[in-house]
């Protein structure tokens, strides 16, 4: 069974970094991208950025410049470190595996998702 858990939120002023970390286990075949995606209050949940098989990584026009998505060093696990942190930043984080491959299909995999609020 495929979990994937976050860790690394918390409550950071404005101007601040924090670093995000996910790992994914149970997958016994590929996953096609890792990635972070945000859900603050009222909004819909977006894309904060992704990595793929491949290695190519993808960003919201919102953060670029600002966050920086890498592969870690254990297998399926994946990293954002956040600079210059914004209060419009504020929101839960959720870590994702998509397009899992395993026995009976290919599924996407959510986290239980990590706070993120930046104070002003």
């Known amino acids: 069974q495929v979990h994937v858990v976050e860790s690394g939120g918390g409550l950071v002023q404005a101007g601040g970094s924090l670093r995000l970390s996910c790992a994914a286990s149970?997958?016994?075949?590929?996953?096609?991208?890792m990635g972070w995606y945000r859900q603050g209050a009222g909004k819909e949940r977006e894309l904060v950025a992704q990595v793929t098989l491949d290695g190519s990584t993808n960003y919201a026009d919102s953060v670029k410049g600002r966050v920086t998505i890498s592969r870690g060093d254990a297998k399926n696990t994946v990293l954002l470190q956040m600079n210059t942190l914004i209060p419009e930043d504020t929101a839960v984080y959720y870590c994702?595996?998509?397009?899992?491959?395993?026995?009976?299909?290919?599924?996407?995999?959510w986290g239980q998702g990590t706070q993120v609020t930046v104070s002003s």
């Open positions: 149970g997958i016994m075949f590929r996953v096609n991208a």
């Open positions: 994702a595996a998509r397009g899992v491959l395993t026995t009976t299909g290919i599924n996407d995999y």
